[in-house]
Structures are given as structure tokens and as C-alpha cells.
């Protein structure tokens, strides 16, 4: 029998949250870059790390959570995954002196293990939750919080940690943030023991319903991987997903840097920008969502998407230097508008393309190619910013976008679970 759970709101919100606070704790660092660096007294490369072993962690150990996510199933990944974002939260506050840089290390290096639980979620929660529908917005909506939490990432710690040079006083306020996040996270690990369930009583969907009845015994882990291997289109959306998101993950990453080059002293403005950034994104997020579930025009809306995204990179980038920070704030927001919402279209547009596979495994994939992508970018455009200046290295990025832009014409779009619903 196919019926909804009035959990599946309660489900969809819970993970967004713990996603949030994840993200944030990624980016908490980035945002306040120069601030970090005077606190440590370690160069801007070694905080850059920081965010970047988010990416790092993340490509070893997709393969073993996936058959884990396989295995045990939702919950038991949910509580591991706000366990250890909870537990490395906690163990940043055991850094709050300037010697003691590699405990902050070794609790972003928690805060990245846990990413791994969370990162390649939405789309499994969508489809063994959510109705054929409404199943796109309730996947942009536990995106939605990975990137609300990059939102905040960007707006608080400029505000929480003013650019001080007393290391007493600098200690005291960002040890205000530590035990905010670390409350936070807390007492979202409780909500995910008492509230989180593995699956509702009935599937939501014909084509959840059709894997379910599936015999546990005909599945197996490896033989998955090699299908999804073998499937061109799907191959095709891991390397233009890993292109675009990779950019974003390394705009994120030095935009602080290229604001503050351009306009010194303006660091509480570049968590700004990087706010703007995410929540035009999420705006975007939400509604291409919305409009997969309305349409199915999976491939039309992810071109058109990825043809703005490169646009908005192009204007963004030949604006940057104007030396008028409304400016900046405007072509930010369109740009994050485009390749934000972007993320969950990829979700969505592979789960499409590899029905009856593992959501888990499909998203896995596309993140382990954002990750590679992110690092890659983030130490090259670090580099050609150092060398050749702010413009070089966002006109880097743009010949990315460009190549995704044309990868992505030649996916079909082979929607087998419409089929299925169908």
C-alpha cells in the first residue's frame, strides 16, 4: 500500500538542521580568515586547509558509509553523523589558546567525518520518505539546510569575533562561538535519537515501493557500483556536477580573501556577500525544486541553470574590481542564485538516471567528484590570485563552467524512475 507518513516533515527538518550545523562549522573558519591566521599565527593556506579537509575526508570514505547506508540503513547514519558533529564541536573548545592550532585541526577533521554521514543523504531521504510529488522539494529542502548553514557560516563569526589584536580578548569571543555550536549540535543529536525513524510504515511511492518488495539477497553493493559506472549519462553529471560545485566550494573558500584585497577592512561586509551568495542559492534551491516537481524537465532545467551559472561567474568576475561593494552584492546574489540551486538538480537528475540504484551511492559519487574538483580548484585559484591577481583566478573558474556547460548538453535525460511511477 502506498501512503504518506505525517512524519516525513518532521524527518526532512530534523536532517536539515544537523546538516546546517555542519556547514557551518565548515566554513566558520574561511569567513574570518585573517582573523584565525593572527590568532594561530599560521599562514592563510594552513586555515584554507581547514575547510578543504571537509573535501579531503570526504573521497576515501563515501565508499564505506555508502555500504553502510546500504546495510543498516537512514537512522543508524543520522545518529553517527550528529554524533560526530556534536563531538568535534566539543573538542574545538579545547583550542582556545594560539599553541594549540592542531586541536582545532583534529576537531574540523571530526566535523569532516561527520560531513561524510550527511553530505549524500538528501535524495535518499526524499525518495524513501516523500511521494512521487513532491519528492524534488522535499530534496532541495535537506539541501537547504547544508546551505542556510553556510549562510549563517558567513554572517556570525565576523560578528561573534571582532578583528581584535588583544589574543585574550580574541580567545574570549571565539570562545563564545565554539560553545554556541557546540550546544546546538548537542541537542540536535538528542532530537535525531527520540525523532528519527528508519522508514515510514508504508512506501510513499510506486517506485519506493517496487525496491522495497525487492529480495534483500538480489542486491548486491558491488555490482551497483559497476552499473552506475557504466552508465554514460550518469558519468557525464558526476564530472559537470563536480565542476560547478567545486567552483562553489572554492569561491566560498577564498571570498573572503578576494573582498578584503579589494576593499581592506570590510570583513564583517564579505560574510555578507558570502550570505548573499548562499541565500540567493537557497532561494534558487527551492524553487528548481519546486519546478522538477511540477515539470520533470530534468535535463532542459539543468542546462539552463549551468548556462546562468557561467554567466553570473563572467559578470561577477568583471565587476569584483568596480570598488563599489552594492555592485559586488548584486552580481553575488545572481550568481548564488544559479549555481546554488544547482545542487539539488544534480541530486535529483541522478537519481532519475540511475533508478532502482542507491540514492546514496548516485549523490555519494557526484560529491566524491565536487570534493576532487573543490580541492583542486581552491589550491589552483589560491595560487593564481597570489601570482596574477583576483580576476585571474575567478576567469580560472569561468573556463570550468564552460567546459560543464557543454559536458551537460550531451546527458540524455533517461528518467527511469518517472517510468517506474508511471
Request: proline share 4%.
Amino acid at each position: 500500500e502506498v501512503r504518506l507518513s505525517r512524519r516525513r516533515w518532521a524527518v526532512v527538518l530534523l536532517f536539515s538542521s544537523y546538516s546546517l550545523c555542519n556547514a557551518f562549522q565548515w566554513i566558520q573558519y574561511g569567513s574570518i580568515n585573517n582573523i584565525f591566521v593572527h590568532f594561530y599565527e599560521v599562514n592563510a593556506f594552513a586555515i584554507d586547509w581547514l575547510s578543504m579537509s571537509y573535501m579531503l575526508t570526504y573521497i576515501p570514505l563515501l565508499f564505506p558509509v555508502a555500504w553502510l547506508l546500504d546495510k543498516r540503513g537512514l537512522r543508524l547514519i543520522a545518529l553517527v553523523g550528529s554524533a560526530l558533529n556534536a563531538l568535534g564541536a566539543w573538542v574545538k573548545l579545547g583550542s582556545l589558546k594560539p599553541h594549540l592550532f592542531p586541536i582545532t585541526v583534529l576537531g574540523q577533521v571530526i566535523c569532516s567525518l561527520a560531513q561524510v554521514f550527511i553530505l549524500g543523504m538528501p535524495s535518499r531521504i526524499a525518495s524513501v520518505w516523500f511521494g512521487s510529488h513532491e519528492v524534488s522539494t522535499a530534496c532541495s529542502i535537506a539541501v537547504f539546510g547544508n546551505q542556510l548553514g553556510i549562510a549563517v557560516g558567513f554572517l556570525l563569526p565576523p560578528v561573534l569575533v571582532p578583528n581584535v589584536k588583544d589574543v585574550e580578548k580574541l580567545a574570549y569571543h571565539i570562545s563564545i562561538m565554539f560553545f554556541m555550536t557546540a550546544g546546538v549540535a548537542t541537542a540536535l543529536f538528542i532530537l535525531v535519537i527520540i525523532v528519527f525513524k528508519e522508514k515510514p510504515l508504508h512506501p510513499p511511492s510506486r517506485a519506493q515501493a517496487l525496491i522495497q518488495s525487492r529480495p534483500a539477497e538480489e542486491y548486491s553493493y558491488r555490482r551497483s557500483i559497476l552499473r552506475l559506472l557504466r552508465n554514460t549519462n550518469f558519468l557525464l553529471l558526476t564530472v559537470t556536477y563536480g565542476l560547478n560545485t567545486g567552483c562553489f566550494y572554492a569561491l566560498s573558500t577564498l571570498l573572503s580573501r578576494m573582498v578584503i584585497h579589494h576593499y581592506p577592512g570590510e570583513e564583517v561586509n564579505a560574510g555578507r556577500i558570502g550570505l548573499t551568495i548562499v541565500l540567493s542559492g537557497m532561494v534558487g534551491a527551492l524553487i528548481s525544486g519546486i519546478w522538477l516537481d511540477r515539470t520533470k524537465t530534468y535535463k532542459q532545467t539543468t542546462l539552463a541553470v549551468y548556462v546562468m551559472s557561467l554567466g553570473g561567474m563572467l559578470v561577477y568576475t568583471f565587476t569584483l574590481s568596480l570598488g563599489r561593494l552594492w555592485v559586488v552584492f548584486v552580481t553575488a546574489g545572481m550568481l548564488g542564485f544559479f549555481m546554488t540551486g544547482y545542487l539539488p538538480l544534480g541530486f535529483e537528475f541522478a537519481a532519475e538516471l540511475t533508478y532502482p540504484e542507491s540514492e546514496g551511492t548516485s549523490s555519494g559519487l557526484l560529491n566524491v567528484s565536487a570534493q576532487i574538483f573543490g580541492i583542486a580548484f581552491t589550491i589552483s585559484q589560491g595560487q593564481i590570485m597570489d601570482h596574477f591577481g583576483t580576476k585571474a583566478g575567478n576567469l580560472f573558474l569561468c573556463a570550468f563552467l564552460f567546459l560543464g556547460t557543454i559536458m551537460t548538453a550531451f546527458i540524455k535525460a533517461d528518467l527511469r524512475r518517472q517510468q517506474a511511477n508511471l
